[in-house]
């Protein structure tokens, strides 16, 4: 009868996709950030897919990142930071095909030209400040669905 019991419960449980979502473990839905901003660094973030995003192996998705200081003005990551992109799939846990790598096009300008999503759904991207040694020093959340 407990098992019974304990199995029913699991079945309510599994039966709503938003209970999966902040369970996923890979992502909540309390750090998903309305405006972009690396809240330590004091910088803004205004990012576009340059291309895409595709929800398919078969093409990659273009993100360019504009880095913002509080006066507005552009500026570069400093001291051997570099940007990293990451993104996963809450609903279903798991992450994306390929993150790609960020280059500088210009100072504060940065381009990721390798991203690869393996199907079309809801993603939770991640933006990440990367220290010289590779460490993550902040991280910003959004959701998109594609
Ligand atoms: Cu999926």
């Known amino acids: 009868m407990i098992r019974l ?15 999966n979502r902040v369970t996923g473990g890979l992502g909540t839905d309390q750090k998903v950030q ?8 004091n910088i803004k973030v205004v990012s576009y897919w340059a291309q895409g995003p595709y929800g ?6 273009f993100i360019t990142v504009y880095l913002y200081n509080q006066n507005d003005e552009l500026v570069s990551l400093q001291n051997g930071e570099e940007l ?19 280059e500088e096009l210009a100072p504060g300008i940065y381009i990721n ?34």
């Open 113 to 146: 030209r390798n991203i690869t999503f393996n199907m079309p759904g809801d993603w939770e991207m991640r933006l990440w400040i990367m220290d010289a040694q590779g460490n993550m020093v902040e991280e910003i959340r959004w959701l998109e669905v594609f």
């Open 5 to 19: 019991m304990v199995f029913l419960i699991l079945l309510s449980a599994c039966g709503s996709p938003r209970n």
């Open 84 to 102: 990293g992109f990451y993104a996963v799939m809450p609903s279903m846990g798991h992450g994306l095909d390929q993150p790609g790598f960020f």
């Open 34 to 41: 309305s405006q972009k901003i690396f809240v330590q660094k």
């Open 56 to 61: 398919t192996v078969t093409q990659k998705s």
